[in-house]
């Protein structure tokens, strides 16, 4: 997914480039997209990696997410149903 791609995905829903949890939460979609079955293991498969690329600890990647994720609800629950 390009950089235009993820902005076109996550602008509408609040989260925009100026955030830090913007480029956590690009990290953790683009290794997600390359292999959806990360999603049995986030922990593991995700958040490390994203820990290991950024220099945050795996509990502020998941932190990061899950902020991004309440934004996003909070801003357009029905878009976010439909993407879920």
Known sequence: ???TQFDH???PLGI???K????????C?????????RLRALQ???????E????HAWRAVESAVRRTAKLAWKTDP???QVLA
Request: charged share 30%.
């Open 1 to 3: 997914m390009t950089d």
């Open 9 to 11: 995905l996550l602008r």
């Open 16 to 18: 925009i480039r100026t």
């Open 20 to 27: 830090n949890d913007y480029y956590t939460l690009r990290q």
């Open 29 to 37: 979609m683009t290794l997600i997209c390359a292999r959806p079955d």
């Open 44 to 50: 593991k498969e995700v958040y490390l990696p994203v």
């Open 52 to 55: 290991e690329a950024s220099g």
């Open 78 to 80: 029905e878009k976010v």
